[in-house]
């Protein structure tokens, strides 16, 4: 089905709460963290229009934010308001207004009112471009009973214990000859050991992973010569995000009519990525059609929904297409993030490789029970995405009155949990600058503090194809290579509508049977 242009947008970026101006800061607040709750508990909540942030209008402060080129230092500025205004505060810049929380108790009130329709932050260039070239959404970009009709039936599909199952070797494969490539280039550099920035290789090893779980199809970019088009897509696809970030802010449609070169280079982006998703997806659907079916037991997500003929052909493509997409720059980042940390933290790295070798030999081939076993691994990957998370905050639409910090909250008020700020907070996270995984394992709640994923019904629905990869990915490299940084580099993190680091990440990959 194909949805109407113009209103779809409009209501899309138009302000749905008004706020009146309302005071600024009113408390003090140490410089690490936030201090107390504003007025003690049990006292009458307070209207909104008390809530602590800075106001002016809204479009001075976008000027402001604009002048500072502050675009690119979105998560820093969080932080310094969580330190300004305390665990609660709004903001509004141009269009785009919210009332953002970093406390953990805070996200839990919030995702338990969710409902069974919740609505996050529908980011507004990214519907833009579907009304602009008549596509349909995605379940990432659909709400309602739309949303929730077609998120069931890919649930199915992707986040099922029994999909799952599925996935491991299909994705184990991809992470073995990603070894094989790092071997190779060991082996040519004639020093045993391969000093790179790792992020290109990365970007094709996530879209090899994430189109052999989608299509059952390996499209071979672990080799030397690629197919040009796939580069093309991947570089779409970190443009894409690029040209999201003035979006944010200045209502795509102006950008549309005045024909600027950002929301050009946005249509251009997604247009690619469009059309070599179509490809990926048209090759599988001709072969279903004239029953070529491959003999393999599992083909990949894209065949099983194709089999099941519970969503229309349209909503499938709009769908794959966005798992394609979201499933390069996601896990790639997090993976590069994840390296980086452990080349910094020997000690860690170390444990996390005992814990595998011991893991490995316990299971005995049977790659799901080795899996099961790896606590560590998988704390590492949570602490990674604590320090690095992908998205700053998750956000989500009240669907109805609540009360957060003593504040009342109404319906329809778009709420932000600042997922980055919370995980380098001193009072959510003991000595947050560690990086420390058995944190995860030690800490006595770890409740609502781990959203890296989001959470609920609305959460990443690419999250067990990530988690698995990632697990995979780190499986394999441990076992095969030590991974080591210059000392004394440190790599601070830049929004680009997804978190990233600021400057390329050098790491050294040296053969574990090779050691100086
Ligand atoms: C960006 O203020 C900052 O997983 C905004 O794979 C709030 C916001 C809303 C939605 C978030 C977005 C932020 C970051 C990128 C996210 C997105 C939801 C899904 C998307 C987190 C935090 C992402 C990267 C998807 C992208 C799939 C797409 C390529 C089809």
Known sequence: MFAQAGPRLQASVRCKVLWAVAPGCRRAYTATGVVCPPSPRGKAA????????????????????????????????????????GPIYREKLGLYESVNIINPEDAAT??????????????????????????PYGVLLKNGEAWRSDRLILNKEAMSLQMIKCFVPLLNEVSEDFVKRVQLQIEKSGHGKWTTDLINELFRFALESVCNVLYGVRLGLLQDFIDPETQKFINA????????????????????????KTWRDHVQSWDVIFSH????????????????????????????????????IEDIKASVTEMMAGGVDTTSTTLQWAMYELARSPVVQEQVRAEIFAARQAAQGDLLKMLKALRLLKATIKETLRLHPVAVTVQRYTTQEIILQNYFIPAN??????????????????????????????MDSTYFRGLGFGFGPRQCLGRRIAELEMQLFLVHMLEN????????????????????????????????????
């Open 110 to 135: 919030l995702f338990k009112s969710e409902g069974n329709y919740p609505k996050r932050f529908t980011v507004p260039p990214w519907l833009a471009y579907r009304d602009f070239r008549n596509k």
């Open 481 to 516: 290579f030590k991974i080591e940084t210059k000392r004394g580099v440190d790599v601070g993190t830049k929004f680009d509508l997804i978190l990233i680091p600021d400057k390329p990440i050098h790491l050294t990959l040296r053969a574990l049977d090779a050691q100086p």
């Open 237 to 260: 696809v970190t443009l894409m995000f690029h040209t999201t970030l003035p979006m944010l802010y200045i209502p795509p449609s102006l950008l549309c009519r005045i024909n600027s």
């Open 277 to 312: 998703a179509d490809k990926c997806i048209q090759n599988i659907y001709q072969e279903f059609q004239l029953d070529q079916k491959s003999t393999k037991e599992y083909n990949g997500i894209l065949a099983c929904l194709l089999l099941q003929n519970k969503l229309p």
């Open 413 to 442: 008020t778009l709420v932000q949990v600042g997922i980055h700020a919370m995980g380098r907070d001193p009072n959510f996270f003991n000595k947050p600058e560690l990086f420390d995984p058995e944190r995860w394992l030690k």
């Open 46 to 85: 307070l209207p909104l229009s008390e809530l602590p942030g800075d106001w002016r209008t809204s479009w001075l402060s976008l000027y402001h934010f604009w002048q500072e080129g502050s675009f690119h230092n979105v998560h820093n500025l969080m932080i310094q308001k969580f330190q300004k205004f």
